[in-house]
């Protein structure tokens, strides 16, 4: 069975949230700023690939366009000029002014991408963890992954699982162990930096809270912050006294072996 880390997070907070998207397998709601964060990624992505493609031993080789802001926003602006997933004149708007303040924070002096939208796939007991880190720069104090947060409007504190969940992915990839973690928040042109535990604490947390998925047979509601933005209230005990019935459809619930 495959996991991520948002299907973890979602196990941690509620498990009867966790047990109707993954194991009944009840679609979320689509999220309206998936297509500006699914943009602004590509954005990025294009634009740190285009300095790691760079040839810095050699300036002549330096396209000297590869750092500009024009650069990043023209990355942008291919996909608003998509036709097959267009962004509205909003989220275009919103997004060039959210790139002008990313490229500003680092006054066009980038460091050097070591990884770019690296996806990883581990094993932990009978999971696949899968996920997808956004960047890891190679920097004088050791490696650092960068991740973009669109979502958030303001400042909140990077999530040890998460922390957790990418350090493994990257050693998973490498074999290296990351220094650093960093959220670059495209709202507030902010960072967070945090120092990343090492791959084997940060495994064992992890294999633990999959045991305990593994292990879990009632799936008990746990009311929280997160209830706002769940897209189960319907079905949910703690919302309504008479909840809607789950839909008796669904995938096997247990793996049924231990580890
Ligand atoms: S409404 Fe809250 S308690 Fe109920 S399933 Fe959703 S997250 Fe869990």
Request: glycine share 6%; net charge neutral; proline share 8%.
């Amino acid at each position: 069975m495959k996991l991520s880390y948002t299907a973890l997070k979602t196990f941690q907070q509620c498990n009867f949230r966790y047990h109707l998207r993954y194991n009944r397998g009840l679609p979320s709601r689509p999220r309206p700023a998936a297509q500006s964060s699914r943009a602004l990624h590509g954005a990025l992505h294009l634009f740190h690939q285009g300095l790691k493609q760079q040839h810095p031993s050699d300036p002549a080789l330096f396209p000297p366009t590869a750092n500009a802001l024009d650069t990043l926003l023209a990355h942008l602006k291919g996909y608003y000029d998509n036709p097959l997933r267009p962004l509205t004149d909003e989220q275009y708007q919103e997004g060039r002014a959210l790139l002008m303040r990313y490229w500003e924070a680092y006054r066009g002096q980038f460091p050097t991408p070591y990884l770019l939208e690296e996806k990883f796939t581990l094993h932990v007991g009978p999971f696949v963890l899968t996920g997808r880190i956004d960047r890891v720069d190679d920097t004088p104090d050791g490696f650092e992954i960068i991740d973009y947060k669109l979502a958030q409007r303001s400042i909140i504190p990077p999530d040890p699982l998460q922390l957790d969940v990418y350090q493994l992915g990257f050693h998973a990839q490498t074999g290296e162990a990351a220094k650093k973690l960093s959220f670059y928040y495209l709202r507030t042109g902010q960072t967070e930096t945090v120092e990343a535990d090492e791959p084997a604490a940060a495994q064992s947390r992890v294999r633990g809270l999959c045991r305990d998925i593994n292990r879990e047979q009632e799936f008990h509601p746990q009311e929280g912050a997160w209830c706002a933005s769940c897209d189960f209230r319907e079905f949910c005990p703690t919302q309504s006294r008479t909840p809607r019935p789950i839909p008796a459809k669904g995938r096997a619930t247990q793996l049924g072996f231990d580890f």
